[in-house]
C-alpha cells in the first residue's frame, strides 16, 4: 500500500456513518428497554444491554480501523486455514455451544479472566470467512472453477458451512452464507449457462415446495425445518389460523411502525415490542422516528452498500473486488429480510438489522468486513516495474 497516500485517500466518511449507525444502535437498544413500557425484569435485562452494546460498538470501531490499514492480501493467504477455523467452530458449537432454553445452540462462552465471560456466535463469523475464502479461492482458481469437477467442489465448501449453520439451527444465518457465497461466485465469475442450467434445475425444487405448503401440514418442509420455524412460516401464510402468541411480535411491529406515522411518536415513546432491541429494532425506530426517520435510517444503509459496490468497481484485483461485492451482498440480503420480517413482508426469521441490533459478534463481524472494504479501496503500489501505478483522483 501506498502509505503516505493512506491519510489523503482513507474511506473518513464510510468509517465514520458505520460507527454513527452504531452509536445509533446504541441509544435505540437503550429506548427500547424504557422501563415506564415493559415488564421490570426485561426492562433490566435490556437497560444491561445498551452498555455491552456501546463496549462492543467502541471495540468494534477498533477492529474496524486495524482491518482498514491492514492490506487484505496478507488475511486472504491464509484462506485455507480461514475455511478450516469456520467448520471447526460450527461443529464445536453444534457439540457444546451455550443452549438458551429452546433447543437452539449458536454460542460458544470464552472465558474472560477480567470480569464476566464473552460469547461468540460463530454462525456471525461464518459470514466475513466464507468471504474471505472465496474472494481468495476464486481468485487462485479463476482459470478452472468453472469447470465441473472443480464447480462442483466450489458447491461443496459452500453446502458444508451453509449446512452447519442451518442445523444450529439458524436458517437465517444459514440463508445470509448462502447469498453472500452466490454473490460473490457471480462476481467472480461464474459462467451464466451455468446460472441458467441450476435454475432449470432448481425450477421442479420449487414446485414441489409449492404444492408441499398448500397441504394443511406440509410432507417435506415439516421435516426439514424444526417445529418451531415451521409454525413460523405457517404464522405468515395462514394468520387466521395461527394462535395469537404465534402473531405476537408481528402485529406488535407492525402496531409500532403504524403509529409512528410520518414524524414518529418521539424519543422514547415507543410500544413494547419482544425483541426490540434485536430483531425489531427497525419497529423501534420507525415508531419513534416514524416514516421520515425509516426511510432516513435505510438511506444511510444505502449509503454504505453503494460505498462498497464503488469499492469493489474500482478494487485492483479480484481478491478486492469480491471481498467489497461479498460484504455488499451481505448488507442488502440483511437489511431486506429485516425489514421484511418488521413489515410483515417475510416470515420472522430472526434477522439483526446491521450495526443497529445488539450482538458482539454480528457488530465486530460487520465492522471487520467495512475496515476490509476501506482497505481494498486505498492506493497500491505496484507490484513490478511493469505495473502502471494507480492513478490518483
Known amino acids: 500500500m501506498h502509505w503516505k497516500k493512506i491519510p489523503k485517500t482513507y474511506d473518513y466518511l464510510l468509517a465514520l456513518v458505520v460507527i454513527g449507525l452504531g452509536v445509533f444502535g446504541v441509544v435505540m437498544i437503550y429506548t427500547s428497554g424504557n422501563a415506564g413500557l415493559v415488564p421490570a425484569h426485561i426492562a433490566r435485562n435490556t437497560g444491561e444491554l445498551w452498555i455491552r452494546q456501546r463496549g462492543f460498538i467502541i471495540s468494534g470501531a477498533f477492529l474496524m480501523i486495524a482491518f482498514s490499514l491492514i492490506d487484505y492480501h496478507y488475511v486472504t493467504r491464509f484462506y485455507l486455514y480461514i475455511y478450516g477455523l469456520m467448520i471447526v467452530l460450527l461443529v464445536v458449537v453444534m457439540v457444546v455451544g451455550a443452549d438458551d432454553n429452546t433447543g437452539v445452540a449458536r454460542w460458544l462462552w470464552i472465558p474472560?479472566?477480567?470480569?464476566?465471560?464473552?460469547s461468540i456466535q460463530p454462525?456471525?463469523?461464518a459470514k466475513i470467512f466464507m468471504t474471505i475464502f472465496l474472494a481468495k479461492f476464486l481468485d487462485v482458481f479463476r482459470d478452472r472453477f468453472n469447470r465441473p469437477l472443480w464447480l462442483l467442489l466450489v458447491v461443496a465448501l459452500i453446502v458444508l458451512p451453509v449446512l452447519f449453520v442451518f442445523l444450529q439451527p439458524s436458517f437465517s444465518a444459514s440463508m445470509v452464507v448462502l447469498s453472500i457465497s452466490l454473490v460473490v461466485l457471480f462476481v467472480g465469475g461464474l459462467y451464466w449457462r451455468t446460472i441458467i442450467v441450476s435454475l432449470a434445475v432448481f425450477a421442479p425444487v420449487g414446485v414441489v415446495v409449492w404444492f408441499d405448503l398448500q397441504r394443511q401440514t406440509p410432507i417435506i418442509l415439516t421435516r426439514i425445518l424444526g417445529e418451531w420455524q415451521w409454525r413460523r412460516i405457517e404464522s405468515f401464510l395462514r394468520p387466521e389460523l395461527a394462535s395469537?402468541?404465534?402473531?405476537?411480535?408481528?402485529?406488535?411491529?407492525?402496531?409500532?411502525?403504524?403509529?409512528?406515522?410520518?414524524?414518529?411518536?418521539?424519543?422514547?415513546?415507543?410500544?413494547?415490542?419482544i425483541l426490540g432491541h434485536n430483531d425489531f429494532i427497525f419497529s423501534v425506530v420507525a415508531s419513534q422516528y416514524g416514516f421520515v426517520g425509516a426511510v432516513v435510517l435505510l438511506g444511510v444503509v444505502a449509503f454504505i452498500?453503494?460505498?462498497?459496490?464503488?469499492?469493489?468497481?474500482?478494487?485492483?484485483?479480484?481478491?478486492?473486488?469480491?471481498?467489497?461485492?461479498?460484504?455488499a451482498g451481505m448488507l442488502i440480503f440483511e437489511t431486506f429480510f429485516h425489514v421484511g420480517v418488521?413489515?410483515?413482508?417475510?416470515?420472522?426469521?430472526?434477522?439483526?438489522?446491521?450495526?443497529?441490533?445488539?450482538?458482539?459478534s454480528m457488530i465486530w463481524v460487520h465492522m471487520i468486513a467495512i475496515g476490509m472494504v476501506i482497505n481494498v479501496g486505498l492506493p497500491r503500489k505496484p507490484k513490478s516495474m511493469f505495473d502502471q501505478p494507480e492513478e490518483e483522483e
Open 112 to 118: 474472560n479472566p477480567f470480569g464476566r465471560a464473552q
Open 305 to 327: 452498500i453503494v460505498s462498497c459496490i464503488r469499492t469493489a468497481l474500482k478494487a485492483a484485483d479480484i481478491e478486492g473486488r469480491l471481498i467489497a461485492a461479498g460484504v
Open 123 to 125: 454462525s456471525e463469523f
Open 342 to 360: 418488521a413489515t410483515d413482508l417475510l416470515p420472522n426469521t430472526g434477522m439483526p438489522f446491521p450495526f443497529l441490533s445488539y450482538g458482539g
Open 244 to 273: 395469537e402468541w404465534a402473531r405476537y411480535q408481528t402485529e406488535r411491529s407492525l402496531y409500532a411502525i403504524g403509529t409512528g406515522g410520518l414524524t414518529g411518536r418521539g424519543f422514547l415513546e415507543n410500544p413494547y415490542i
